[in-house]
């Protein structure tokens, strides 16, 4: 099963009008080993978007059907699974924080759905260890450790619920460098050990570039590419999607220009330094 967008629009009235956040999006998201990042300007439709993947919003036109659940429905229907099924992590998780301790907090919510509340302690605990919160911390309170653990600490939360498809809507914003590659490294990890699909909102086109198979380019509300970011940074109209290019592929170009290295898409600075040093030999 897959995540399917059919058709699917949303509109909300602003002030005096009618506004239009997504328009007309067909998608397609497999349940697993897809790992996408959905980029675009500010107000491009990226969060509507993808609050539309576990019906936090429903759409006003169209449908969406979110592993086997068509949203909406003609009758009544319970939606509370799809948020097991495809867990959310909002910008600044750590917000969400609130029980007395760190293993309790990752308890609640898996202890909320009635197949996995008799294993939420379990669930819990290897949540924990994913994402690297030590045993002697569980009795901590959540709001006593540092900002990245408690990042950590919120982000178990939704891997404790199980879910199939994990959504990041910005999930290194207001980290430093070190701790936004920990944050990509654990969640690159979960990707490839569990095969998880992994959809992921972001500004950061290092990160784009590092991480994502599949890109998915929003403007004004509509999908104007989806493709492998090798097809997007060799596009023809990339300069119409107002985005940047990766910090290693500007180097390249700098140094194609002032000293007349033959260009090469490379994705991370690792990459760079392996082209570079093969260059120079």
Known sequence: MDIQFKEVGYAYYGFKKLYHAISNINLSIDEYGEFVAIIGQTGSGKSTLVQHMNALLKPTSGQVNILGTIIPSKKKQKINHLRQKVGLVFQFPEYQLFDINILKDVEFGPSNFKDTKAFANQYAKEALSIVGIDESLYEESPFRISGGQMRRVAIAGILAMKPHIL???????????????????????????????????????????????????LNEGKIVFDGSKEALFAHKDFNTFHLDYPSPMKLLNHLHETLGYPKKMVFSNEELLTYLKEVNK
């Open 167 to 217: 959504v990041l809507d910005e999930p290194t914003r207001g980290l430093d460098p070190q701790g936004k590659d920990d944050i990509m490294d654990m969640f690159y990890n979960i990707h490839k050990s569990e095969n998880k699909s992994i959809v992921m909102i972001t500004h950061d086109m290092d990160i784009v570039a590092k991480y994502a198979k599949r890109i998915i380019v």
